[in-house]
């Protein structure tokens, strides 16, 4: 059965700090897609990220960075140097190949709030 | 802003009533997602639709009914409303709707039953 568990509820952090949020993902399917989504306050979801099944390569975008491991069915997302404004809730999803349409099963999301 | 148009933004409507809540997608994008998010079940796939036929449905009640238009906009209905149906609606699209495709969604229609 498909299923994302991102078990951190709710992570506080001083701005500046490192922040890791963690993503565990099942499936079945070999050739599937993950993506990292943010959901801040104003409530809109923005896209952050898709990684497919076949590429393990880590990514780096700014302050960003996401590391798939297949082995360990994870993917995790590390926010450097965190600010204010990366308080949000963020979700990761799974889509997979096999199922028609890619539909998106979303993990139950990570509030991540930085203070000042 | 990621193109894609949701209206209205707020609804507050009582128990037993009906709702219709739209979404225009990207433009250019064939596929129409709809996802509803609340506190108890988080972020739920509704039903999609490509370019005017239903091609997956998820956990979607049968009080609730969606079509895509010519114009590929699309409604979702929503009837015989229950308290338990306020929630925050996203509709999201892409151009062929497969799964390889970053989904876009947009900024919501959160509904209150009352």
């Known amino acids: 059965a498909q299923k994302v568990t991102q078990a951190q509820t709710e992570i506080s952090v001083v701005e500046k700090e490192d922040v890791t949020l963690d993503c565990v993902y099942e499936?079945?399917?070999?050739?599937?897609?993950l993506f990292w989504y943010k959901q801040p306050p104003s409530g809109e979801l923005v896209f952050l990220i898709r990684?497919?099944?076949?590429?393990?390569q880590n990514e780096i975008s700014g302050r960003y960075s996401w590391n798939f491991q297949k082995s360990t069915s994870s993917f995790n997302f590390t926010i450097t140097a965190s600010q204010v404004v990366d308080s949000a809730v963020y979700f990761c999803?799974?889509?997979?190949?096999?199922?028609?349409?890619?539909?998106?099963?979303f993990g139950q999301g990570t509030e991540l709030s930085v203070k000042p | 802003d990621s193109g894609v148009t949701q209206t209205p933004k707020h609804l507050i409507t009582a128990t037993g009533q009906r709702v219709t809540l739209r979404c225009s997608p990207r433009s250019g994008d064939l596929s129409v997602y709809w996802y509803q998010q609340s506190l108890d079940q988080g972020l739920q796939f509704l039903i999609q639709?490509?370019?005017?036929?239903?091609?997956a449905k998820g956990n979607i009640l049968e009080r609730f009914s969606a079509q895509q238009f010519p114009d590929l906009h699309s409604e979702l209905n929503l009837s015989s409303l229950e308290l338990g149906d306020s929630a925050l609606y996203f509709c999201?699209?892409?151009?062929?709707?497969?799964?390889?495709?970053?989904?876009?969604f947009g900024p919501g229609t959160r509904l209150t039953v009352l």
């Open positions: 639709y490509y370019n005017g036929e239903e091609r």
């Open positions: 999201a699209s892409t151009p062929q709707g497969n799964s390889y495709n970053e989904q876009f």
């Open positions: 499936t079945r399917d070999t050739t599937y897609y």
């Open positions: 999803a799974l889509s997979e190949a096999g199922n028609q349409g890619g539909k998106l099963i």
């Open positions: 990684r497919n099944s076949f590429d393990e």
